[in-house]
C-alpha cells in the first residue's frame, strides 16, 4: 500500500498526516514538549512507594514518572529518596496518567561509579557518553535521542511512508536526518491532495455523520473511550434492516477514526441494538475486518450482557485530542491555550505569504498572549525570523479564547 507523510513545518509546531491510498490514516502534532516514549533521561528519585513496590521520579514534568520496582536494574539493589537515576520512557503520560519508565543506568554520585544494564545501549562507547553526560548535568534533563520534531515524528509512526513531503524547503534537512532512507521534496500545502485543517477537524469532533443514515459519537473517558451509534429517521424499511445498516457503516467509520484519533485502552461501542444474534455476528465481523489493517492490533473481545461491543486497543503515544483540546465545566472540550496560539500563527503564515512585506499584529485572548510571550516564545522568534517582521501581540480581556484577529500594523 501507498503510504505517504504529509508535514506543514510551521514555527514551534509540525503537523503531519499518514495517508495509505490517499486517505488520512493517522495524525500527528508535534511541539517538542513531551516525553516520548523511547526517549532518556536523568531524573531524581522525588519519593518511594513501598505499597506499590516503585518510585515516583522528577523528569522535569508536571506529574513525576511511575517506576515500578520490576523496571529497576540491577536488580535486587532498593532505590533511594533524591537517588539519581537514567531512564526510559516506556509509556507517555496520557490521559491523567504518569508516565511509565524503565531504569537503565544507575547513578551513585553525580561523578560516582556506574552500573549499566545489559538491556540499556549494547554499544559501550554509546554506553560511555551517556555517564558521560549525565555525570556533567544535574537531573532532571532530558539524554536523548536528539529530541528534533523529525526525530520524535519518526519514532512516533507505526511505519515508514514511502514518501515524505513538506511545505516548508527549509525543513528538508531535518527530515533527511530522521528518515534516512526515504525521499522528502518540498510541496506547498496548497497542492496537498487533502485539507490538513478539515482532517484534524473531523479527528476532534464528538460526532461524526453517517450520510443519509445516522452518527457516530464519540467521548473519552479515564476509564476508558465510550462510542454510541445513532440511526437516522428512515422513510422505509424494517427498524432491523435499518439498524444493521447503519451498524455496517458504522463499522467502517468506527475502525478508521480510533486509528485516526489514536484512541487506546479499553473502548466500548454502543451499536444500533439487535435482537437477532447472526445480524450482531455480520457487525462484530465487519468492524474485525475494518480493524485489521491497523498496525496496532486491537482486539475485539466480544459482546457484553448489556448488548455493547467491547474492545481493546493498546496504548501507543498520547491520544490526538489530549495533545490539542482540554476539558472544560460541564464536560465539554475546548482548544487550549497553546493549541489556539500556534493556529493564530498558522493564519499569519497564511496572511504574510498572501500579502509580503506587511506588517502585522495578532489580537488575541490573554491566557493565549501570554502562551505566545510564555512557551511559545522561540515560535514567534522563528516567524519573524521566516517573515523577516516583528509580530505585534495585542491582549484583548474581552477577547474569548479561540477567538483571534490579525489586522494591520
Known sequence: MRRKLLI?????EWRAALLEAGVPVELYVE?????EAGSIYLGRVLRLLPAL??????????????LPRRETEPRGRPLCEGERVIVQIRREAQGGKAARITERLRLQSPVGASQASAEFVPEEPRRRVILDQAA??????????????????AGALTGPPMYIFVDDPAAIPEIRAAFSDIGVEHLPET???????AAFAEALSETVSLPSIGAVHFEATRAGVLIDVDSGTAETGSAERIGLATNLAAAATIARQIRLR???????VDFVGLDNRTLREKVRMALAEALAPDPAGPQILG??????????RPRRGRPLAEALLEPRLGGAHAKTAVTVAHEALRALRRETRAQPGRQWRLIVAPDVAAVL????ASAIQAAERRFARNIAIETDPDRDRERFEIARV
Do not use: K
Not at 136 to 151: K, T
Not at 303 to 312: A, N, Q, S
Open 8 to 12: 506543514a513545518a510551521g514555527p514551534g
Open 31 to 35: 511541539r517538542g514538549d513531551r516525553a
Open 53 to 66: 513496590g516503585a518510585a515516583l521520579v522528577d523528569l522535569g514534568d508536571e506529574r513525576p514518572a511511575f
Open 136 to 153: 556533567a548535568l544535574d537531573p532532571p534533563v532530558r539524554l536523548g535521542p536528539a529530541a528534533s520534531f523529525a526525530a520524535v515524528l
Open 191 to 197: 497542492e496537498w491532495p487533502i485539507e490538513l485543517d
Open 262 to 268: 489514536n484512541l487506546g485502552g479499553g473502548i466500548v
Open 303 to 312: 459482546w457484553t450482557r448489556l448488548g455493547h461491543l467491547e474492545l481493546v
Open 373 to 376: 510571550a510564555g512557551t511559545a
